[in-house]
């Protein structure tokens, strides 16, 4: 079991910048992929980037490509998610989740993933 907690959400103005980490416990990382995916109210949830565990291999949506930044800390057993940039249409709750087995085509589908946190509300409003 993985046990995944999120931290760092909060209020931000258009433009500004907020970094969000997820911290894992219980079982190894190792081998695993991690990925970042948000949900807005009345919306799907969407992939946002993800991170393989073992080399670093990052996935990011068009849609934060070049504004967001995701990494892992392996000593810390922590993922960071750095948004840049931020843009009303950010707002959401950002879940965090860490899968095994995930092939690198299937990583953008939040079906893989067996460990999911509680989730961190990001609100974007001047």
């Known amino acids: 079991q993985v046990h995944l907690v999120e931290s760092g959400g909060g209020l931000v103005q258009p433009g500004g910048s907020l970094r969000i980490s997820c911290t894992g416990s219980?079982?190894?990382?190792?081998?695993?992929?991690m990925g970042w995916f948000r949900q807005a109210p009345g919306g799907d949830r969407q992939f946002i980037a993800s991170?393989?565990?073992?080399?670093?291999?990052?996935l990011y949506a068009d849609s934060v490509k070049g504004r967001f930044t995701i990494s892992r800390d392996t000593a810390k057993n922590t993922m960071h998610l750095q948004m840049n940039s931020l843009k009303p249409e950010d707002t959401a709750v950002y879940y965090c989740a860490a899968g095994f087995g995930i092939s690198r085509s299937s990583v953008s589908s939040g079906r893989q993933y067996n460990y999911w946190g509680q989730g961190t509300q990001v609100t974007v409003s001047p």
């Open positions: 991170i393989r565990w073992n080399g670093g291999d990052t």
């Open positions: 219980g079982r190894t990382l190792r081998n695993s992929a």
